[in-house]
């Protein structure tokens, strides 16, 4: 089974910082890749699909890039209500694993 | 709007089995996939498995192979989730989630809380 592996574990980033994360894939998934984000005590909600395409009412500051094995998640401005746990998804085929996810807070 | 509606919290005794629901509404049942996806306390995001609610084709993680079973109630627009031989490892949060045409989840319920203690 393909592996997802995300970095950092946490990150701590000041108000308007540009947060970057990355995840990679054991193998290459082409861009079958999702980001979500999961704010303290709530639903995951999805940011990002097909790698770089923003869910629609997602902010702007949120981007993602990459192909193959290598994917990467930035924030361009980060904002208090940004503090939450990131996670990446593949799902090209099952299982549709999720990286080990990236919690995010303010410095 | 697409609301998933879970069931309740559930507290039951290890080896036991428990059976969580997830009601769909806002759209059409059978054109979307239902995937499971749990959370222990503390830790990630773990899929379970999905079930094509058109035809009733499951597909289940190798981590739970034998022990999950997924099915739909087409008539009610609800999926079901039922783990067995249930483990003190297993207390975590369920939640259901709508799987797009390729797969990834645009909507999720609200979690499950299922407790193991003796």
């Known amino acids: 089974d393909i592996q997802m592996t995300q970095s950092p574990s946490s990150l701590s980033a000041s108000v308007g910082d540009r947060v970057t994360i990355t995840c990679r894939a054991s193998?290459?998934?082409?861009?079958?890749l999702a980001w979500y984000q999961q704010k303290p005590g709530k639903v995951p909600e999805l940011l990002i699909y097909a790698a770089s395409t923003l869910q629609s009412g997602v902010p702007s500051r949120f981007s993602g890039s990459g192909s193959g094995t290598d994917f990467t998640l930035t924030i361009s401005s980060l904002q208090p209500e940004d503090v939450a746990t990131y996670y990446c998804q593949k799902y090209n085929n099952a299982p549709l694993t999720f990286g080990g996810g990236t919690k995010v807070e303010i410095k | 709007q697409v609301h998933l509606v879970q069931s309740g919290a559930e507290v039951q005794k290890p080896g036991a089995s428990v059976k969580v629901s997830c009601k769909a509404s806002?759209?059409?049942?059978?054109?979307?996939?239902l995937h499971w996806v749990r959370q222990a306390p503390g830790q990630g995001l773990e899929w379970m498995g999905w079930?094509?609610?058109?035809?009733?084709?499951?597909k289940y993680s190798q981590q739970f192979q034998g022990r999950v079973t997924i099915t739909r109630d087409t008539s009610a627009s609800t999926a079901y989730m039922e783990l067995s031989t249930l483990r003190s490892d297993d207390t975590a949060v369920y939640f259901c989630?709508?799987?797009?045409?390729?797969?990834?989840?645009?909507?999720w319920g609200q979690g499950t809380l299922v407790t193991v203690s003796s």
């Open positions: 079930i094509n609610t058109d035809d009733g084709n499951t």
């Open positions: 806002g759209y059409i049942f059978t054109y979307y996939t």
């Open positions: 989630a709508r799987g797009t045409v390729t797969y990834y989840f645009d909507y």
């Open positions: 193998q290459g998934i082409t861009s079958y």
